[in-house]
């Protein structure tokens, strides 16, 4: 899954959210290293839309501007899930070498 699909789709985990309200949440979930733009987010939510990941949920107008929310579906948490879980069993593989990698501590006593 490319990140800024698991992104979207973590945003979405949340609650429904609008075009602005995934961006804002995306650029938080990230810490800053993740900032979708307006073309690419809808392209993206048209392709998970299509591939039934996220469906549109309600629409409001707000200050004269229609405002669509969309919502993760059943299939598009699991695949949340799925990808959750690969990075998980991923990032344990680091932590081992990477503790592997680590000398002892200089006052550890030899077992």
């Known amino acids: 899954m490319q990140e800024p699909t698991f ?3 973590t945003a979405l985990a949340d ?3 609008h075009g602005y309200g995934i961006i804002t ?3 938080r979930i990230s810490d800053g290293r993740a900032r979708l733009r307006a073309g ?3 392209a993206a939510l048209d392709r998970l839309q299509s591939d ?3 469906a549109p949920d309600h629409e409001e107008v707000v200050e004269g501007r229609l405002r669509r929310y969309y919502r993760i ?3 598009g948490a699991a695949a949340l899930s799925a990808e959750v879980d690969r990075l998980r069993r ?3 593989v680091a932590a081992r070498r990477l503790a ?3 000398p002892p501590p200089a006052n550890a006593s030899p077992v």
């Open 90 to 92: 991923r990032a344990e």
């Open 100 to 102: 592997a990698l680590r």
């Open 52 to 54: 039934g990941l996220v």
């Open 7 to 9: 992104l979207i789709l």
């Open 40 to 42: 690419t987010l809808y």
């Open 73 to 75: 579906t059943r299939d």
């Open 15 to 17: 609650r429904p959210l």
């Open 25 to 27: 949440d995306v650029a």
